[in-house]
């Protein structure tokens, strides 16, 4: 996209863009410690750990 848009986006192209957008599933990654299915580039919320460390308590 440019900074100053050639052409109007027709509403038909702006929503089919917007439909698109939350299809893809959310993936899955497993923790490196418990093995527990976690969302990447978070801490794992069953250990805690990210990084192979513990850095947040579970309790
Ligand atoms: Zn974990």
């Given at each position: 996209m440019s900074i100053c848009p050639k052409n109007k986006t027709s509403r038909g192209r702006r929503d089919k863009r917007r439909a698109n957008w939350k299809m893809s599933a959310t993936s899955l990654v497993k923790c490196s410690k418990c093995g527990e299915l976690m969302l990447p580039h978070r801490v794992c919320?069953?250990?805690?750990?990210y990084n192979k460390r513990e850095i947040v308590t579970v309790d």
């Open positions: 919320k069953a250990c805690g750990s």
